[in-house]
């Protein structure tokens, strides 16, 4: 499955974001990653074909991650964004049921999206 993310960008500190991942084939859990400066890949949030989500307390009641399964497409809604959230933000997309938010269970990545957060 080949992945391709947009809307990322720069944006003030509390400004709505919305990313988008479209997907060329079927998948099953998806999520989001991110990845700072000088730090790690990390798990943003997840959902399942069954509307099942999953989120990383940074982010948790801030961020809405929902997929349309018809038209194969994943969006982040990054609602109160704070300079913190600043990051090369992937789609990742996975061939089992659950991944939640370990990277390890998913098989496929975009090429990621910047979203810069300006204080």
């Known amino acids: 499955v080949q992945l391709a993310e947009s809307g990322g960008g720069t944006v003030q500190t509390g400004g709505p974001l919305r990313l988008s991942c479209a997907a060329s084939g079927y998948t099953y859990s998806m999520g989001w990653f991110r990845q700072a400066p000088g730090k790690g890949r990390v798990g943003v949030a997840s959902i399942d074909r069954d509307g099942s989500t999953g989120y990383a307390d940074s982010v948790r009641g801030r961020f809405t991650i929902s997929r349309d399964s018809a038209k194969n497409t994943l969006h982040l809604q990054m609602n109160s964004p704070q300079p913190e959230d600043t990051a090369m933000y992937y789609c990742?997309?996975?061939?089992?049921?659950?991944?939640?938010?370990?990277?390890?269970?998913?098989?496929?990545w975009g090429q990621g999206t910047q979203v810069t957060v300006s204080s």
């Open positions: 990742a997309a996975s061939s089992v049921v659950g991944a939640g938010l370990r990277s390890s269970a998913y098989t496929s």
